[in-house]
Nanobody
Framework: QVQLVESGGGLVQPGGSLRLSCAAS????????MAWYRQAPGKERELVAA???????NYADSVKGRFTISRDNAKKMVYLQMNSLKPEDTAVYYC???????????????WGQGTQVTVSS
């Protein structure tokens, strides 16, 4: 089985911090870009942050300076450190990875089940 599992979500007060983790497992040959997306009720899913195998990152304008994405290639994990959280950050956060399962195979996306982040007083 090929799987992504998120952890670390929860309830936090405005201005607080939270660290999300995502672990990839199963018969994965290689992982390209890993990313975090989020979706609030009634809104479209949006890219929060992405990171390449070599550590090149990009962020949504709304989280620049507050969130940091990182990865551990040996552990096949990606993280999202979220600081200075705002109520508008409330959403289900999804881990994403582009993977291959064989040499010279095509990359395709896999998704985690999501973890709820709620920012509220």
């Amino acid at each position: 089985q090929v799987q992504l599992v998120e952890s670390g979500g929860g309830l936090v007060q405005p201005g607080g911090s939270l660290r999300l983790s995502c672990a990839a497992s199963g018969s994965i040959f290689s992982i390209s870009v890993m990313a975090w997306y989020r979706q609030a009720p009634g809104k479209e899913r949006e890219l929060v942050a992405a990171i390449t195998r070599s550590g090149i990152t990009n962020y949504a304008d709304s989280v620049k300076g507050r969130f940091t994405i990182s990865r551990d290639n040996a552990k096949k994990m990606v993280y999202l450190q979220m600081n200075s959280l705002k109520p508008e950050d409330t959403a289900v956060y999804y881990c994403n990875a582009d993977i291959t399962t064989s040499y010279r195979g095509s990359y395709y996306p896999i998704w985690g089940q999501g973890t709820q982040v709620t920012v509220s007083s």
